[in-house]
């Protein structure tokens, strides 16, 4: 179990609202997250979650709001922030090998003008090694599985060595062995002290993949220790009668229907 | 020699530079706009470039390639620009935006050039040349431009290799990581829009867009990594564009410009068809060896398992070309004396059977 430390946030947000074509996606968000914490951000499609991760790393642009990593400005933070974009957000049809694509994890180290070297290249096959893909480092992207590209966008983060990770539902489209090994690596990074942010679709695995959560439908419905959050009358409130839950540790069991 | 009496012509020089700096420019840029999506923006500003033309000749009254080139500059980027902002700020999309560009530019570059030709302006005598390119008309001066414009954007490319690179392949995480994106895809642009200014003296606006995309398409079939692509472009463009000159010149009077961007064609469709792995024809043949072995591991498969029933006919199961081939691979034999009706006398080698023994042992594993 990770350790709480109250007087560290990882990450904090303040007032920040996001409007595409005159509609709000996100409103006056508020939030702290602690660092060391596994922290699942979960809601309906389109409550803004991606869009949450995004705007926070200056992608889309926001209206209002203030975050801060680490207590200083993310502007300045860079490099202490690492970023797991969706899978189909790139066409992996791209000329290049998996070790290409997560030595580009540290060009934002190697500045303007320095070219990646052996360095570079052995900590790229190391990041791959985590990620159990170290057979595959000169296979052409294209060759690659959905579970093998998801993993090597993991690595590509983890050869920057940041402190907090956003990931963007990393563990769409993949099998359940990728699952499993992806969810291994996260935890071992926690363990660490690492911080990340995940942004997750599966409402069955939340309890036992998180220990903080965010419910976000367009504005924050509760945030904080995973096993306070998800509760019926929370999700009740993000999801709103489309919500069909099986629990078998707590009688959470009821199925659409009944929900009115 | 013919050839030397070929490679000694003064004309023949300059087209033949010309056409091998066209290929080397246009093909690693190409490369860039191809992957990026925007292989369709070449088009646009190529076409875009004639009012600048035509405006440069207006107001210089001449047809200095100076001032040729900063007019299909400006005209070409404003095109590409309007149309990035059409795009961001309308509900048009992407091809919409360009179609309207791209035509609306051009037809005011026709208009221009009417309007240019009805003053009867002596020295405008073949600008519409521009149109579908004129090589035969490149001069040396021309030349020193179009390598130093080519040299500068091949310098920058270097250089900021890591930044195209990674803007190429995944632009919101180059941004995560502090790159100024905006800045590199403005860049990455107006280098395809120099690239088409190189070539409008060669090919002309029309056909300018097939040296963007004909180079990089080709190349694409055959690399592996993007540097990789990037060389096998500049050599294809170079390629057709001295193949395309030659022929050109040989010929006496076919168009140089359009035989370049044929040849270019040409080497597209054999790299479409006859490149390894990615080539059609690979996919072909792969499609038949795999069929083929799969329909050898059911025969085998299917007189091991029903060997001890022979009212389980192997004759049912599927070609007697297959049978045949596998009895000449030693795993079959037939016994014309036992043989039955039903099975034809078909059996299994003591090699097909231990054959058949390692498809069921592959078989299971797999399933299980």
Known sequence: ?260 | MVWLELLSDYTFQNVVIGASLLGLISGPLGCFAVLRRQSLLGDAISHAALPGICLSFIITGSRDIGGIIIGSLITGSAAALIMLMLTRLSRLKTDAALGACLSIFFAVGIVLLTYIQSTNNASQGGLEAFLFGQAAATLRSDLWVMGSITLVTLLLLAVFWKQAKLVTFDAEYARTLGMPITVIEASLTAMVALAVVVGLQMVGVILMAAMIVAPAAAARQWSRHLGGMLTIAAGVGIVSGVSGATISTLSRGLATGPLIVLTATAIVLISLALAPGRGLLWGVIKHYRQKSALQKQQLLYALYKHSADPSCAPSTLGSRRMLNKLKQQGYLTRSPRGATPSDGGWGLTAQGQAEARRVIAAFEELAS
């Open chain 1, 1 to 260: 179990m990770a350790i709480f430390n109250p007087t560290d946030t990882a990450l904090s947000i303040k007032n920040l609202t996001v409007s595409y074509h005159n509609q709000p996606v996100l409103w006056d968000i508020d939030l702290d997250i602690p660092a060391g914490v596994m922290a699942g951000i979960v809601g309906p499609n389109g409550a803004g979650k991606s869009t949450l991760i995004k705007s926070l790393l200056g992608l889309v642009p926001s209206l209002s709001g203030e975050v801060m990593v680490h207590g200083r400005p993310y502007a300045t933070q860079r490099k202490r922030v690492g970023y797991v974009p969706q899978r189909s957000s790139v066409d992996w049809d791209f000329p290049t090998t998996a070790l290409d694509v997560v030595t580009m994890g540290l060009y934002g180290r190697l500045g303007w003008l320095k070219r990646p070297g052996r360095k570079e290249r052995h900590e790229a096959q190391e990041a791959l090694e985590m990620v159990g893909m170290s057979a595959l480092a000169e296979r052409q992207i294209s060759q690659l599985s959905g579970g093998q590209q998801q993993r090597v966008f993991l690595a590509r983060a983890l050869v920057q060595q940041a402190d907090v990770y956003f990931l963007d539902e990393p563990m769409a489209g993949v099998d359940a062995t990728t699952e499993r090994a992806i969810i291994d690596i996260l935890r071992r990074l926690r363990d660490a002290g690492k911080t990340l942010i995940v942004v997750h679709h599966d409402l069955q695995t939340v309890r036992t993949y998180f220990d903080w959560l965010l419910l976000l439908n367009v504005r924050v419905i509760a945030s904080g220790k995973a096993e306070e959050v998800f509760k019926i009358d929370h999700l009740r409130q993000a999801y709103g009668g489309q919500i069909a839950l099986l629990n078998d540790n707590e009688s959470l069991m009821f199925s659409a229907s009944k929900v009115k």
